[in-house]
Structure formats: structure tokens, C-alpha cells
């Protein structure tokens, strides 16, 4: 059983928030960030993120190969944004700079030979895409073990590293469409509940890629009712990946910051395989689709910003980061008022 934030220090940050020179809860949700922070760190006040790491899990998803339409970008798009975050110039490259995180992209899954990255991609690639999931298993039972094994070592290669925070972050043109599915089966509802339209599809497409979720769906059957096999039959080699990633760093006892959707499903199915790991993570803000707000929702997890962002990338986490930064400094180095008037 993971051994889960410290609900003492918890209890500690909270009475000094309620000591400092404010207006009694006047720092809303940065209060409550402060009081994770610190019960993570097993001190309070906590010292702000100062070794973040980011991790971004690449792979395609052959939901895109069938023409089915779920995504208004085509999957060749996936290599070439592995090509922009090796160059430092994807938006989550500019966020990471900006905010002083180490930043890394990994080939999971890809349909296309990135070779001449060799070295700068990490060497744990499953497949050349996963399986379209209405039609077969994204992963077999072995590929499956393989993704959640090499996301488990990436996430203790960061932990080694030093790393106070991580960022988990995704590249993958129609991965929307298995986080949805993955989210559906975990927690029990229909596919006209959990889709959206990811990278901006018109009503079209969202009516075709809900009768893709619906159709995985029914095909998986029972088999969702096991976390593993729910990988298998409706996942991707990245997202069983970010699944082992997010265990690793809760049995390591390190915070992690999250994105959107494909993070956030992954924490689904990662809290249903391990009970405790959501306790270890912090939702930096609300996406626009609906799977990820349903989850957060049934985590009891209430996101920092609501911006409207669906990039990805890992964005949206590190949009939130100065503000997790900002809430532990504020913990720290602001006044009581008892200091004040004696």
C-alpha cells in the first residue's frame, strides 16, 4: 500500500494559513495547493518547486489510420511535434524554459522512424502506433507490461535526477479518443459523456469519434473491469506508459503536476490500479474536454487554472507552476498576524 502525503503536516500548513496576516481562507485554492505541497514534502512550510522535470510520452494511435475522423489533424503530425520539442521549440519547450524545468520527449509508440534522434528519445519504444481500439486491442498483455514498466523507469530516472516535481506531459495525434474511452470504463459511463473534440473537430467528426469510443466500448466488454487489461484493450503504449510513470513517482513520494485529458486518464486507471496515487498529484488546470473534467471530478481533484486550454504537451501544468511556486512562498515568507498586532 502506498504510504500517502503527510495529513499531519497538512493539518500544520492549514493552521499557519489560518495564522497569517489575511483574511481567513483570502488565498483560496493557492491555500489548498500550499497545504499539498507541504503534506508531499513532510515539512511545512514547504520549500517551492525548484528541480521540476517534465516528461513527455510521444506515441500515435490507430484510431487515426481507419478514417474514421477523429482528429482534425493528420497522424503525421505526431513525428513532426517530436521533431519541434527535440528542437526546443514547441510550446511546452517555451513554458519549461520560462519556468526553469528540464524538459524531455519520449518515443513510446511513433508510426515513423525517428533514427536520426537516436540518443535523444530514450530507448523504450513498444510499437509504431497502437491498435485502433474499435476494432482490436490497443496493446497485447506483454506490450502492455513493457509500457508500464518503461514509464516506471522514466519516472525513477527523474526521481534520480533530483527532481522535487514532475510534470507528466503527451504528444499524439488522436489520443484524446483512448483517454476518453480509458476514462468511460473506469468509471462507468457511455461515451456521449466523455468525448470532445480534442484537436478542435467539427460536429461531424465528434458524432464519429463518440461511435468510436462507443464501439471500443462495447467491443472490450467486461475486460475494463481490470485496470491492466483495460490498458490493453482501450489504451496506447503511452498512456499504459504514464500510467507506470505515475506509480513510480507516488512510491517515490514525488508530487506530480498535472496536464490535461491524457494525464489525467492515465491517473484514473493508475488510482484504480494502486488506491493512493491521486493523493500524490495536483491538477493544474481544467481542460475543454469532458472526460478530463469527469475525472477530476470522481478524484476529487479541483484544478488551479481554468483557462480553456487544450494544447497538451503539458502546458497547462506548467501554465499553473509559477502559481504552486507562488502559494509555497506565500506559506513561508508571509507575515502572522500575530507578529503584527501583538
Excluded at 26 to 52: I, K
Excluded at 118 to 124: F, K, M
Excluded at 185 to 206: H, I, P
Aim: aromatic share 2%; net charge negative.
Amino acid at each position: 500500500m502506498l504510504t500517502p502525503p503527510s495529513e499531519q503536516v497538512r493539518q500544520q500548513a492549514y493552521e499557519r494559513l489560518a495564522a497569517l496576516a489575511k483574511p481567513t481562507g483570502a488565498l483560496g485554492r493557492l491555500e489548498d495547493a500550499a497545504a499539498w505541497l507541504a503534506a508531499c514534502q513532510g515539512v511545512s512550510p514547504p520549500r517551492p518547486p525548484s528541480a521540476v522535470r517534465a516528461v513527455v510520452l510521444a506515441g500515435d494511435h490507430g484510431v487515426t489510420a481507419v478514417g474514421d475522423g477523429v482528429s482534425a489533424y493528420p497522424r503525421e503530425v505526431t513525428a513532426a511535434m517530436v521533431r519541434a520539442f527535440v528542437a526546443g521549440v514547441a510550446g511546452a519547450n517555451v513554458l519549461a524554459r520560462q519556468h526553469q524545468v528540464a524538459l524531455r520527449v519520449v518515443d513510446l509508440a511513433v508510426d515513423a522512424d525517428l533514427g536520426d534522434l537516436a540518443g535523444q528519445l530514450g530507448d523504450v519504444k513498444v510499437r509504431r502506433s497502437s491498435g485502433a481500439i474499435d476494432r482490436t486491442d490497443a496493446l497485447t498483455a506483454a506490450e502492455t507490461a513493457t509500457a508500464l514498466a518503461a514509464g516506471a523507469e522514466l519516472a525513477a530516472e527523474e526521481v534520480a535526477a533530483g527532481a522535487d516535481l514532475l510534470v507528466l506531459g503527451d504528444m499524439g495525434i488522436g489520443n484524446t479518443t483512448p483517454a476518453a474511452a480509458l476514462v468511460a470504463a473506469t468509471f462507468g459511463v457511455d461515451a456521449a459523456q466523455v468525448v470532445g473534440r480534442g484537436t478542435g473537430v467539427d460536429d461531424v467528426r465528434l458524432a464519429a469519434k463518440t461511435e468510436v469510443v462507443a464501439r471500443a466500448l462495447r467491443r472490450a466488454g467486461d475486460r475494463v473491469t481490470d485496470p491492466v487489461q483495460r490498458l490493453a484493450a482501450l489504451g496506447s503504449a503511452d498512456l499504459a506508459a504514464g500510467v507506470g510513470f505515475l506509480r513510480a513517482a507516488a512510491r517515490a513520494g514525488v508530487p506530480v503536476l498535472l496536464d490535461g485529458i491524457v494525464p489525467v486518464a492515465e491517473l484514473a486507471v493508475a488510482e484504480d490500479l494502486e488506491p493512493g496515487v491521486a493523493a500524490w498529484c495536483l491538477a493544474g488546470h481544467r481542460s475543454t474536454e469532458p472526460a478530463q473534467r469527469l475525472a477530476l471530478d470522481r478524484l476529487g481533484l479541483e484544478p488551479l487554472l481554468d483557462l480553456g486550454l487544450r494544447l497538451g504537451e503539458g502546458t497547462g501544468a506548467l501554465t499553473a507552476l509559477p502559481l504552486l511556486r507562488s502559494a509555497a512562498l506565500l506559506l513561508g515568507e508571509m507575515a502572522l498576524l500575530s507578529d503584527l498586532v501583538p
